[in-house]
Each structure stands twice: as C-alpha cells, then as structure tokens.
C-alpha cells in the first residue's frame, strides 16, 4: 500500500507547481481613451447625481409608476434573467477547475462464458456464475498548466458583470422613457383643455361674426371664415382626446399592466412637471465610469481578451490525474473488508498533433472577435461623448425657450385682462374680448409645449449622463466583482 501511495504524493507535491504555471496571454489592461477635458456645451458644474433623480420632478404618480415599472416591467424581468444565466454559467465554469468526483454503487449477477477466453470451467473452485457488488467514488483533476481554465473563468466573469451592467442600462432606459411618456401624457391633457379653450373661443368669435353679419356689420366671408375656424377647432379637441388615451396606453405598457387597470388612473388630469433650472454634468471623463453602455463594452473586451488566452492554450497538451477507491466483493457482507479494496491511480496526456490547423484558426478568430470588441469599446465612448454633448445642447436651448414662452404667456394674460377692463368701462367690445382670450390661449398652449419639451430634455440629459446610477448598485442583487 506504501509503494502505492508515492505517486499520490508526489502528485499532491508537484500540483501546486504545475498550478503556478503562467496563464497564456495577452494580459487584459483595460483601455485609456482619450476624451476631452470640459463639455462644448454650457453644462452646470458638479458631479452627476447618483440619486434618484425622477423624483426631482416631484411627481408621486410619477415615483410610484417607475416603482410598479421597475416590479414589473417584461423587458427589464428578461434582462434579469438574463443575468442570472450568465451567473450560472460563470458558476459552471469556475466549478470545472475543480477536482471531478463521481459516485457509483452497482449489483449485478455474473455469468462467465465456459467457451470464452478464460476457461472458468476448468478453474477448480470457480464457478462460473456469481454475484458482484462494488461501491466506490472516481475523482479526476485536470491540471491548468498553461491557463486555459482560469483564462475561461476570467472570461465567465466578465461576461457575467457585462449581463448586469445591460440590465443596468435597460432599467435606465425604461425609467427615462416612462417618465418622457408620462410627460406627454401629461402635456396632452394640457393641450386638451387648451383646444377645450379654443373651441369655446372660436365658437364665441363665430357667433358674434354671425351676429355682425345680421347686423350687416360684417361680410359673409369673414363669417364663413369664423365658423370654420370653430369646426377646425372642434375637430383639433377631438384629436387631442385621441392623444390623451394613447399617451396613457403607452404609459400602462412600459409599466408592464394591461391598459384597463391602469389607464382610468392615468386620465385623471394633472399639471406638467416642472423642470430643474439645472443640471449637473460632471467631466466628459466620467462617462467611462457612469455609462452601463460604456462599462458593458469594456467587459465584454476583456471577455473577448480572455479568449485568446484559452484559445492558445488549446496548442498545448493537457495533463490530468485519476483516482478510482472502491469496494468489490461477490457478497454484501464481504464489502467493509479490507481485502475488497479496489485502488486505480493515475495520470493522463492528451496532446491533438494535428488537427488540420483547426487550433490555430481557432487563435485567430478569438483575435478578431476581441478586435471587435475593441471597436464597438471605442464606439459606444464616442456615442455617448455625442448623446452627452446633444443633450446638454437641447436643455441648454429649452432654457431659453421656456423662458421665453412664460414671457409671451404673461405679456397675453395681461393683454387680455386689459381688454377686460376696457369691455367693462365699454371702450372695447365682446369681440376684442374674445379675440384677447384665444390669443392667450395660443400663449398657453405654447408654454405648455415649452415646459414638457424642457422637462424631456431634462430627462433625456439625465440618460445621456447616465445618472441615477452607480456601478455598486447592480441589477439583479448580487455583488459583480466590477473592477
């Protein structure tokens, strides 16, 4: 048994060296691109939050929406999945590094051939039918000398935290669309009871130029013009009803319900959100460290780099170690002897000298794949330096146009609270009135479109910052090991 055990321990003794063994390269060093030092654009100074920034708009239905969404929501529920697979395959990966060990029990009754090889008919004492028991366990450890493993397992996991970091994404895209379609919903409501307004208006103008035209006060045509003015307008209020209901369809689906358990709710009118006067954009450098988009492509290179150190590795030979302990006996009770021992131990070469250059093909394709991943790395920085710069640019200039809006909105409202006054003292007649009351309709339906388009520009810089997010919040609740 002493002489048996000295390859078992020698084999213990040189594990730990042939483990320490280089893994082939290359070595993944993650990249360093080049990006600019300060934004184009007027963006205000600081660091993006990483708060919840939604609920800066302070909204509840709004908060509570993206809560449901984010329980619910079928896109973001198959990204998660997702994520766990991609989990479990790294699990399956780092537990193929590991010794192999297998058990097995087996019964069976024996019949031996009396013309076969061996003659058990003319062997005294042994007959030729018996039972045969055997339990016992295999184990087998397949030796990383050259990294194959560990460079699979470096690539499991990369893939795995790329998995998270797309779910990250599309959790950001979903909140920062809800909240646009929650926006719109919000501005067709507002534009509905303007058009609400304005046919009220034009129908008052078309009754008093129907009026005038009796009186002879006024032609035919510009009461003709004035009555289909009202009917344009009716018309314009029946669309803004069909807006309505599709802005709130849209919204129960990014949500994840069915329309009727949630859009009744969705009808009740509420104002426009307000928008921040600011937002902060931090450095153009901060994206490589806030973009999901940005981070999933670096992991997905260094999966891809890891490959070509596994594909190498397949040029060389690999060396494993066996071992099979057991108990055989032809009865049950002979089992726990010593006598039924059963020891196999052993080491195994497996080395393809030819394989057509299959191998070295295989080399080369890893290449390529992590030059690709190299080039959709450089793309996904440069679109998001693109989407960061256009967003700025867009709040920068809704800004401007709110403020503008909310100035033609007061320069109306007192315009017409003018010609109020001057109805009542009989300078002015119900027609100047009227006519005072649609024009600041119109003001207000443009303030209204302001104020929405500023607040999804808000949002849209929001994305584009990839706020609302840190990479130590990962989708799916488990530590990814980011680096």
Not at 115 to 142: H, K, T
Not at 444 to 467: D, E, M, P
Request: some cysteine; hydrophobic content about 50%; aromatic content about 4%.
């Amino acid at each position: 048994m002493r002489m048996t055990r000295l390859p078992l321990l020698a084999g213990a003794a040189l594990a730990p060296l042939l483990l320490s063994a280089c893994a082939l390269g290359p070595d993944y060093a993650p990249p360093q691109p080049r990006v600019a030092d300060a934004w184009l654009g007027e963006g205000a100074p600081g660091a993006v939050s990483a708060q919840r920034w939604w609920e800066d708009l302070e909204d509840p239905m709004l908060n509570g929406l993206v809560e449901q969404m984010l329980a619910g929501n079928p896109d973001l529920r198959e990204a998660q999945a997702r994520v766990a697979e991609a989990r479990a395959n790294r699990d399956a990966v780092r537990g193929g590094r590991l010794p192999q060990v297998t058990t097995s029990a087996s019964g069976n009754q024996v019949v031996l051939s009396e013309n076969g090889q061996m003659p058990v008919g003319q062997i005294p004492g042994f007959a030729r039918d018996f039972p045969l028991f055997d339990v016992g366990f295999d184990a087998s450890w397949e030796l990383d000398l050259w990294g194959r493993q560990a460079r699979q397992s470096e690539a499991a996991q990369a893939r795995s935290d790329a998995a998270a970091l797309s779910a990250e994404g599309v959790r950001l895209q979903l909140i920062a669309e809800l909240a646009r379609a929650y926006v719109g919903l919000r501005l067709a409501q507002a534009e509905l009871a303007s058009a609400q307004e304005v046919l009220a208006a034009r129908t008052q103008l078309a009754d008093l130029a129907g009026l005038l035209e009796q009186a002879g006060e006024a032609n035919a045509i510009d009461a003709g013009r004035a009555r289909g003015d009202a009917e344009t307008a009716r018309v314009a209020v029946t669309q803004a009803q069909a807006s309505v209901r599709g802005a709130a369809v849209q919204v129960a689906r990014l949500v994840g319900r069915e329309p009727a358990a949630l859009v009744p709710q969705l009808e009740v009118p509420a104002p426009i959100p307000a928008p921040p006067q600011a937002i902060a954009a931090g450095l153009p450098s901060d994206l490589l460290r806030r973009r999901p988009d940005i981070l999933g492509a670096e992991r997905e290179l260094a999966a891809a780099t890891a490959d070509i150190g596994a594909a190498r590795a397949d040029l060389f030979p690999r060396l494993s170690l066996s071992l099979a302990l057991g108990q055989q006996a032809r009865a049950i009770g002979d089992l726990a002897s010593g006598d039924s021992t059963r020891l196999q131990a052993g080491g195994g070469l497996f080395w393809p000298l030819f394989n057509g250059g299959r191998a070295r093909a295989m080399v080369r394709a890893a290449d390529a794949r992590a030059q690709a991943a190299a080039a959709r790395y450089d793309g996904a920085v440069v679109g998001a330096l693109a989407d960061s710069e256009e967003a700025i640019n867009r709040f920068d200039r809704s800004l401007a146009g709110l403020a503008a809006a909310r100035e033609t909105l007061a320069r109306e409202e007192a315009a017409q609270a003018l010609v109020a006054q001057r109805q009542a003292a009989g300078e002015d007649d119900r027609l100047a009135l009227a006519r005072a009351a649609l024009a600041r309709q119109l003001a207000t339906q443009q303030h209204a479109r302001a104020q929405a388009g500023t607040v999804q520009a808000a949002i849209a810089l929001h994305k584009a910052l990839g706020g609302g997010w840190t990479s130590e919040s990962q989708a799916g609740g488990e530590e990814s090991g980011l680096r």
